[in-house]
């Protein structure tokens, strides 16, 4: 315990006793001038008990990339902050040091504390400045940060610490994030105070009711206060982005007083929020309600915690007279006037500071962000993967194809095939959401998920017609395989595979089984998975009409529910519903209403434009998934911003002019801040401080992009709409802003890998450079490698990776040529 302590002393003789860190490599080039070169005696006689070292061992005649030392110079001065000193050693031939040894004992990375070795590490899991620093902290602060697998392993840490010591409980993505260097700094000074607990598994941030899974999470447990072993501790999720300075932000806040009370004028109140940069706030109070307000002041300062500082101020006690009408003060920052508020529940307390928060964080954020960073990956989904390239993935759940077994297997079962690439990053991303669907479906579907990797088997993918990645096809009872075009997620890929159980269209054989189709008795457990069904109704010599329907069915296949009603009693059906033939009937089961749509002279691509349409929902909620289907009916936005679902009083007046016709040329929609938070950044870009939710705003991006808002003293009724909408349409409303006619570019421009790779090869002009063959050769090349199977890799891929590229990206003896010659790029 004595020496626990001395490790995590603040001072630069931390951990009691001295740390060498060294790091070899033949791979050495030109020195840094700001990392200090010494020979190997040198260095270690420079070794003390109390001072720690970081040394990157280095043969002076070799030759190579420069990128780790790079990467190292920059790690010298936050590794100094700790106490931590960085060295460049210069080994020579006849140096007998164990690190200036072979190759083979090269490209490790040595943790020492004093002369005595403590770890190892390959030095590519240091890929830059943060990973060398959070390994180095996360293997000094062993004792104090608790790495975890487990839900567990997570409740075991919880029930010892009860009424004891509080939890700094952290989810990241990968070891060596800077995420993770964040931590284990802030791990570095408040170890002492509070137990950290850290996990890179999925599973222990969902297992505590975690939604937003895609970031980095952290909660502070309370546990200490918790006495009854039976009770769970409070949880406080730190909103913020993880940075060394926002978790010393958020901590310090978890140490300041729940909530004070005041009686002096809040003008002159300040307290630890303030100079941490976050706001107060005041929920007024009087001798009469003295005690409910303080449990309610309590209820909110929970809710707020973190957020900002709650305070109960008794208006009986002050000189300073406050507004008799309001109920809250709210404070942004030192010396600012306080705003004096009259909010009528806890919900609105809670929307309005969090509403101001955003909008400072905004401004903060685009101080910081005037200039993209050149160093930074600009393809998210490939620095996703390439993060997350060590974990495992349960691919035992999918079957893996190969030449032989994949013409078996899709022949003699119904299949999903997914054709992917092992070196390319969407299909690596996507492979976590397609073993999802695999999960769900175990045990409850007949149909069998497999998967070939194009990269080894490329003439099977080019037989199957597949060009791009990652493709997703399904085979069932020998026929064409259907092509799946939806969003690569799990949700829409399980809609997809549940609507293909059923022909599309279903044939109906009886009037009494159409009416059981109509109502939804006939298929209601797919019914989740499709908004509308639609019956066509076809006289029996209608043999072209029934062509044309039966082709768009074939289209829709997947996405919705269709079938087909073409017996000689089809006029029961048409005079029930008022209908000439040939029509369908449109089912939306949600609202309990059945469309009717004649089909005269109607073509497959009318057909499928009605139903297509028809899927859209006639007042939807916008999403990040859902705005790309609705901005392509070229129509202006009229969207309802709202904190939360909307009331039933503004839905129906929506609603109404909808049924009315008055809203056809537009698309009317509402946005819920709390599902979707970029929501608060597009009302940011609209006005200059965040407005009052709900709030109603057109967008017209398609003609000038300009943006109106809905007058805020008034109430959203079909009256005031309408009025407003026709105030419009002549031209009487000004509008708030005009969004720039931009595109929307990546940040940066993408890397040339081919180039990378040429000027690499040039550096080693005795080596053969591999040659790429081009794409026009594919179909020659692969009648050849159908011949040598030899020559084709076969084992199975364990652990998800990305390969090294090739010019055409399928052939594999290219592949292998450019991996044999990789070895020293």
């Avoid at 602060?141 to 009860?162: C, G, H, P, R, S």
């Avoid at 059981?516 to 076809?538: I, Q, T």
Wanted: aromatic residues 10%.
């Amino acid at each position: 315990m004595k020496e626990k302590k001395l490790m995590m002393s603040s001072s630069f003789n931390v951990f009691g006793v001295g740390i060498s860190f060294v790091v070899m490599c033949i791979l050495c080039n030109s020195a840094i001038d700001s990392l200090p070169e010494l020979s190997p005696q040198k260095y270690f006689s420079t070794l003390q008990p109390g001072k720690a070292s970081l040394a990157y061992f280095c043969h002076s005649d070799s030759s190579g990339t420069t990128v780790f030392l790079e990467e190292l110079n920059k790690a010298v001065k936050p590794l100094q902050d700790y106490g931590i000193s960085v060295a460049k050693v210069n080994c020579v031939k006849e140096e007998t040091s164990r690190y200036c040894g072979k190759e083979k004992d090269l490209m490790k990375a040595y943790l020492f504390r004093s002369n005595i070795l403590l770890r190892e590490f390959p030095t590519d899991a240091l890929f830059d400045v943060n990973a060398i620093v959070a390994h180095v902290l996360f293997a000094l602060l062993f004792n104090e940060v608790k790495y975890i697998t487990t839900w567990e392993d997570l409740q075991n840490i919880d029930n010892a610490l009860k009424g004891k010591a509080n939890i700094v409980f952290s989810y990241v993505r990968a070891i060596g994030t800077p995420e993770h260097r964040a931590i284990m700094e802030a791990a570095f000074v408040y170890g002492n105070t509070y137990q950290f607990v850290l996990t890179t598994e999925i599973a222990v941030l969902e297992s505590i009711g975690t939604e937003d899974i895609e970031y980095a999470h952290l909660y502070f447990f309370h546990c200490k206060a918790v006495l009854d072993l039976t009770q769970q501790c409070k949880r406080t999720l730190m909103a913020q982005s993880l940075t060394t300075l926002n978790i010393h932000q958020f901590i310090k806040t978890m140490e300041a007083p729940l909530l004070t009370e005041v009686a002096e004028d809040p003008q002159q109140v300040s307290t630890v929020h303030l100079q941490l940069g976050l706001p107060l706030v005041f929920l007024v109070s009087q001798q009469a309600t003295h005690e409910a307000d303080r449990r309610t002041a309590e209820w909110v300062a929970w809710r707020l915690l973190g957020k900002a500082g709650v305070l109960l101020l008794l208006r009986d006690s002050l000189e300073e007279s406050i507004p008799q009408h309001a109920n809250v003060a709210f404070k942004r920052e030192e010396g600012r006037r306080v705003e004096y508020l009259v909010l009528h529940d806890i919900d609105s307390v809670i929307s309005h500071v969090e509403n101001n928060m955003h909008v400072e964080q905004i401004q903060h954020e685009d101080d910081d962000l005037e200039e993209p960073d050149m160093d930074m990956q600009d393809d998210e989904v490939e620095e996703t993967v390439y993060r997350d390239r060590k974990r495992q993935l349960p691919l035992e759940l999918i079957v893996e194809l190969t030449e032989e077994t994949f013409n078996t297997t899709v022949m003699t079962s119904d299949s999903i095939v997914l054709f992917y690439a092992g070196w390319q990053a969407v299909s690596m991303a996507f492979m976590q959401s397609y073993i999802d669907v695999a999960i769900k479906l175990k045990g409850m579907s007949s149909m069998l998920l497999t998967r070939i990797n194009c990269a080894d088997w490329s003439y099977v993918c080019i037989k199957q017609n597949v060009t791009e990645f990652p493709v997703i096809k399904m085979y069932k009872d020998g026929k064409n395989p259907v092509y799946y075009a939806g969003m690569l997620g799990t949700k829409d890929l399980l809609k997809f595979i549940y609507l293909n159980r059923i022909s599309c269209p279903v044939i109906i054989p009886s009037v009494q089984e159409a009416e059981e189709y109509l109502s939804g008795e006939l298929y209601k457990d797919l019914l989740s998975y499709s908004s509308v069904s639609v019956l066509g109704l076809f006289s029996p010599t209608m043999t072209t009409e029934k062509e044309y329907f039966t082709e768009a069915g074939s289209y829709l296949k997947g996405c919705v529910i269709i079938a087909i009603y073409s017996e000689e009693d089809v006029l029961i059906l048409s005079n029930r519903y008022a209908v000439s033939l040939p029509a369908l009937l449109l089912v939306r089961h949600k609202e309990g209403k059945i469309e009717a749509v004649p089909l005269a002279n109607t073509h497959t691509q009318d057909i499928v434009q009605i139903i297509t349409d028809a899927s859209l929902e006639t007042f939807p909620e916008i999403t990040v998934e859902t705005l790309p289907t609705y901005l392509r009916l070229q129509k202006p936005l009229l969207i309802l911003f709202s904190d939360g679902s909307i009331s039933i009083q503004y839905r129906k007046a929506v609603l109404m002019l909808i049924k009315e016709k008055h809203l056809d040329s537009f698309t009317p929609c509402w946005l819920n801040l709390q599902n979707t938070p970029v929501g608060k950044e597009i009302l940011q870009s609209y006005f200059d401080v965040l407005p009052p939710l709900p709030l109603l705003v057109l967008v017209d991006l398609h003609s000038g992009g300009h943006v109106f808002a809905f007058p805020a003293d008034q109430a959203v009724t079909e009256q005031n709409l309408l009025l407003w909408l026709k105030k419009l349409e002549a031209g009487l409303e000004s509008h708030i802003t005009i969004l720039p006619a931009e595109e929307w570019k990546p940040p940066l421009p993408a890397y040339d890998f081919l180039g990378m790779m040429e000027a690499a090869a040039s550096q080693h002009p005795t080596r053969k450079a591999p040659e790429c063959t081009k794409e026009v050769d594919v179909q020659e090349n692969s009648k050849g490698q159908k011949e040598d199977k030899s020559a084709i890799r076969k084992e199975p891929t364990e652990t998800l990776r990305i390969k090294h590229w090739n010019k055409s990206g399928w052939l594999k003896e290219a592949e292998k040529s450019f991996l044999h010659d990789n070895k020293e790029l």
